[in-house]
């Protein structure tokens, strides 16, 4: 199997020292930088612009991860051109399709995020034409919320479904509430990419902390 990469949060981040943080984090072994994006609509907060996406995208060389929270996502998925990938949410609209292919189109790997109370099949009805499915495992916007365990059996119900549809290209991701304690459980099971954020900046910093999740995913170095 392959290893599980970790995909770092920027929005935890120093943002004033954005560059050095991305350097940080580069040096630290970071395998993705994951940037969330909401409106105020879809999740109840404002976090994350296409200003902050293209002073990342500027300063990091690592694949960067796009996460859009936002309400009729094919209507700005464009705006986030020279992302390597970028995710919307299958709750977010009507053309969930429509804004697949969009990323598409603009040079991304395309991905789909389920809310916690999501069930799999729509993103089973797009399995061809996806790179990634995201479990979004808490419910996003809302400070403090807990680590939903359901999540893990959702991505076991999708990796079968998929084996089952030839589709077993397409990654699986995990986001949100994901901490050292619980790293290796997600990991185990069988994630292609753990999202974490304030985990890795918390304590002894991301060096330690970088160190220590591919230590709980199994990974050797
Ligand atoms: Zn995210």
Request: net charge negative; aromatic share 4%.
């Amino acid at each position: 199997m392959p290893e599980t990469l970790l995909s770092v949060g920027v929005l935890a981040a120093d943002l004033g020292r954005l560059a050095e943080e991305l350097a940080r984090l580069e040096e630290a072994g970071a395998d993705w930088i994951h940037l969330d994006v909401m409106d105020g609509v879809f999740a109840p907060q404002i976090l994350g612009d296409v200003a902050l996406f293209k002073a990342v995208r500027r300063l990091t060389s690592l694949p960067l991860d796009v996460h859009l929270m936002v309400q009729n996502p094919e209507r700005h998925v464009a705006a986030f051109e020279g992302a390597d990938w970028i995710t919307v949410h299958a709750e977010a609209g009507p053309h969930v399709h429509r804004a697949v292919a969009e990323a598409k189109r603009v040079g991304a790997r395309a991905g789909v995020a389920l809310n916690p109370g999501t069930h799999i099949s729509g993103v089973v009805a797009l399995a061809d034409e996806l790179d990634l499915v995201l479990f979004v495992a808490v419910d996003p916007g809302f400070p403090g919320a807990r680590f939903v365990r359901s999540s893990l059996r959702k991505v076991a119900m999708l990796r079968g479904k998929l084996e089952d549809l030839g589709a077993s290209g397409v990654c699986i991701g995990i986001d949100g509430g994901i901490t050292l304690d619980n790293a290796a459980e997600v990991a185990a099971a069988g994630v292609d990419v753990v999202v974490s954020g304030s985990a890795v900046f918390k304590g002894a910093g991301p060096e330690d902390n970088i160190a220590s999740f591919k230590a709980a995913f199994g990974r050797k170095e």
